[in-house]
């Protein structure tokens, strides 16, 4: 049928990535390759068992970041003519801090709040042609189609961490998260045709959906610590979900003058709310090493996540259209391909309280695909470069830097349905290109003297970040 053809294009989003976002100051400058020794607070998501080896409890604030994402569909309008999408957003990517109580003994505890994942897009592609018998309807010779997907996905996640020490050298730890997630997709897809002694056809299909959901999940994590290199472990567990609730709506109209079409799809709207909703995550393991000679430390990363094999988000009930047989069936599908990502950085001692730093990571895309429509958008592989600065004022750190991340994707889906539907295409195939600029200011506040160790350098006055 043309019109979901035309909707098959763009059945895809931007939550499909793990790594576009960093937890933490230092984190964000050095590509999140944290598994071995994050060396501050953000070990309560990096690696828990890093937080039992600290000296100094923490708290801290990335502060602001100003993320500027944009989004170009080469071709969009046809003849060349793309279309692009541009935001800026201010949004907090961590709050962490130490919780030091007596009966704590040795153990360590901590809180966090993190934004996993925030992302707001809308995308839209045009396309309209002349020829004969277009969108297999006989007599059409003129066609346009207008589709239009926005896409709002919103998850965070608020934990406390426990972590001990085995010896000196040695860390184990914990970090249960509640996640609440928030997600909003709606389809428009307006289609529009004319043939010979004004014969028309117009076509409208609209679908969304919205998901709101509560569940738990783990880290867990083990890091060994050395004066001149460290090495970490962390596993992150499935989710178990405690609470969920989704509404979808689906609505479609066709009319046609004058074609004498034997039959057309019924017009059908249906609105389900209260629906039973659900969301999953995988199995994922992380493994870090650090090494330091004079004054620069290299960090390494790698971190592999399990499939989520395809299942429902809002479970509709299927519904057929009035006086018609056709049983439609509005589900929405999740589902992510297994991937590994990888982060190198690097940090420069420029004096005693002044570092530098450098970091390149991937962040692939887990998009597969559904039997059904599919909820994800962002099938482009993401690459990131940061850089910036670590400074000390006192017993303050502060932390000024970027990232830039980009991809793309070409994608001949459109151009397969378009020929499908009986419409060369203007372009055999589109390319969507993804651009995100983030600036980072942050700051992280020593709550007590930090504790002595031998391996402390005695030149060093700012806390340590090893």
């Known amino acids: 049928m043309l019109l979901l053809l035309l909707m098959s294009p763009l059945a895809r989003a931007q939550d499909a990535h793990y790594w576009t976002r960093q937890f933490g100051n230092r984190a964000w400058l050095l590509g999140g390759a944290f598994i071995a020794n994050p060396g501050d607070i953000s070990a309560v998501y990096y690696n828990p068992g890093a937080l039992a080896l600290l000296r100094t409890p923490e708290l801290e604030l990335t502060g602001t970041v100003f993320e500027s994402t944009r989004l170009s569909v080469q071709n969009g309008l046809g003849n060349g003519e793309g279309l692009t999408e541009s935001r800026v957003d201010v949004l907090p990517s961590l709050i962490a801090g130490?919780?030091?109580?007596?009966?704590?003994?040795?153990?360590?505890?901590?809180?966090?709040?993190?934004?996993?994942?925030?992302?707001?897009?809308?995308?839209?592609?045009?396309?309209?042609?002349?020829?004969?018998?277009?969108g297999g309807v006989p007599g059409m010779d003129q066609l346009a189609a207008d589709v239009r997907l926005d896409q709002d996905v919103g998850e965070y996640w608020a934990g406390l961490t426990w972590s001990f020490p085995l010896g000196r050298h040695v860390g184990v730890g914990v970090s249960p998260f509640v996640a609440v997630r928030d997600q909003e997709t709606n389809i428009q897809v307006l289609a529009q045709g004319s043939g010979p002694g004004g014969s028309a056809?117009?076509?409208?299909?609209?679908?969304?959906f919205h998901l709101r959901h509560v569940r738990l999940l783990a880290k867990v994590g083990v890091s060994y610590q050395r004066e001149s290199m460290s090495a970490g472990l962390t596993v992150t567990t499935p989710s178990v979900a405690l609470w969920g609730e989704g509404e979808s709506s689906f609505e479609r109209a066709v009319l046609e003058r004058g074609f004498g079409l034997s039959s057309t799809p019924a017009s059908a709207f249906d609105f389900q709310e209260g629906l039973a909703a659900r969301f999953q995550s995988s199995w994922a393991v992380a493994l870090g090493?650090?090494?330091?000679?004079?004054?620069?430390?290299?960090y390494l990363?790698?971190?592999?996540?399990?499939?989520?094999?395809?299942?429902?988000?809002?479970?509709?009930?299927?519904?057929?259209?009035?006086?018609s047989?056709?049983?439609?069936?509005?589900?929405?599908?999740?589902?992510?391909?297994p991937l590994v990502n990888v982060a190198l950085g690097v940090e420069q001692r420029l004096g005693s309280r002044l570092r530098a730093y450098v970091s390149a990571h991937t962040d692939f895309s887990g998009v597969t695909a559904t039997s059904r429509m599919n909820a994800l958008l962002a099938g482009w592989d993401l690459y990131h470069?940061?850089?910036?600065?670590?400074?000390?004022?006192?017993?303050?750190?502060?932390?000024?830097?970027?990232n830039v991340a980009w991809g793309q994707e070409v994608t001949e889906r459109l151009a397969d349905a378009l020929q499908r539907a009986g419409l060369q295409p203007l372009s055999p195939s589109q390319k969507v290109r993804f651009l995100q600029l983030?600036?980072?200011?942050?700051?992280?506040?020593?709550?007590?003297?930090?504790?002595e160790s031998p391996d402390e350098d005695a030149d060093d006055e700012a806390p340590s970040m090893r």
């Open 98 to 134: 130490s919780l030091r109580w007596g009966f704590l003994g040795r153990s360590r505890l901590a809180y966090s709040l993190l934004t996993r994942q925030g992302f707001i897009a809308s995308l839209e592609s045009r396309e309209q042609g002349t020829g004969t018998d277009l």
């Open 201 to 208: 056809l117009l076509s409208t299909l609209g679908r969304d």
């Open 289 to 298: 090493v650090s090494g330091t000679l004079g004054g620069t430390s290299v």
């Open 301 to 323: 990363a790698a971190e592999g996540f399990a499939r989520v094999k395809p299942f429902t988000l809002v479970d509709a009930a299927s519904f057929s259209p009035r006086d």
């Open 325 to 337: 047989q056709e049983v439609i069936d509005p589900d929405v599908d999740f589902a992510l391909a």
């Open 385 to 402: 470069v940061a850089t910036g600065l670590h400074f000390t004022v006192g017993r303050a750190r502060f932390t000024v830097g970027g």
């Open 438 to 451: 983030s600036v980072i200011i942050g700051a992280s506040f020593a709550l007590a003297q930090q504790d």
